[in-house]
């Protein structure tokens, strides 16, 4: 059995901006109550020309990595 992905509740809405960034759409408002291959196959589906070709997850990272700049940045 897959293993749901485990996201904070404040960082979802900045995860679901930063993928819309990243991707060629948003994640839905659902994404977080996937396993880690249904999100990896939603990544690998959905790629814009920017991560085009790279793997789920560096371009999971990249997302990450947005979402969590984001999130620092409202706190101040």
């Known amino acids: 059995?897959?293993?749901?992905?485990n996201i904070k509740r404040n960082m979802k809405k900045h995860l679901i901006w930063a993928s819309g960034q990243i991707l060629?759409?948003?994640l839905p408002e659902?994404?977080?109550?996937w396993t880690r291959r249904k999100l990896d196959n939603f990544l690998?589906?959905?790629t814009s020309e920017l991560v085009e070709y790279w793997p789920a997850?560096?371009?999971w990272e990249q997302?990450?990595?947005?979402a969590l700049s984001v999130n620092?940045?409202?706190k101040q």
């Open 44 to 46: 690998e589906k959905n």
């Open 24 to 26: 060629s759409t948003f």
């Open 30 to 33: 659902d994404f977080d109550t």
């Open 57 to 59: 997850e560096s371009i």
């Open 72 to 74: 620092e940045y409202k």
């Open 1 to 5: 059995m897959s293993k749901k992905l």
């Open 63 to 66: 997302i990450e990595d947005l």
